[in-house]
């Protein structure tokens, strides 16, 4: 299935710490280039076997797509970041996300975790097979 759709599906052989590509990735979202910053890392990761956790090619991507590498660094030094993440780690958990990757689909189904696709398959069904609650006043 992800081959058909065209991608490329090679993740790392680590799994990495990312509260630095968490902390960059925040900097793009304050200078307007999130989405081109998440996606070239995410498409590093599952794509290229990158390993995110690499400082010096952590920097190297987030340059490709026009962040400014020396105040990524900056960022990564001084944590200016942390106390958002841990804001938003903290959301998450409060909606019972507590691990990495967690799919809302629907806005009303989370699946946690990689799972097969199956899984994926199921969890549509079953949002679409269900009515939409009504909206909260």
């Keep these: 299935m992800i081959e058909a759709a065209g991608l490329t599906y090679a993740p790392a052989a680590t799994l ?3 509260l630095h590509a968490l902390q960059v990735t925040e900097l793009a979202r304050d200078q307007g280039l999130h989405e081109q910053v998440h996606s070239r890392l995410m498409h590093a990761y599952w794509s290229e076997q990158t390993d995110l956790g690499d400082d010096e090619v952590l920097l190297d991507l987030v340059a490709e797509v026009g962040l400014d590498r020396d105040e990524a ?3 990564i030094r001084d ?5 958002r993440i841990a804001a938003s780690t903290q959301e998450a958990n409060r909606h019972g996300i507590h ?5 809302v689909l629907g806005g ?4 946690m975790g990689a799972q097969p696709e199956e ?3 199921q969890a549509v069904d079953q949002v679409r097979r269900e009515p939409e609650p009504p909206a909260a006043d």
């Design 108 to 111: 009303r189904l989370l699946v």
């Design 119 to 121: 899984v994926f398959a």
């Design 73 to 75: 660094a900056a960022v």
């Design 16 to 18: 990495p710490n990312t």
């Design 79 to 83: 944590g200016r970041y942390s106390d």
């Design 99 to 103: 691990a990495i990757p967690a799919f």
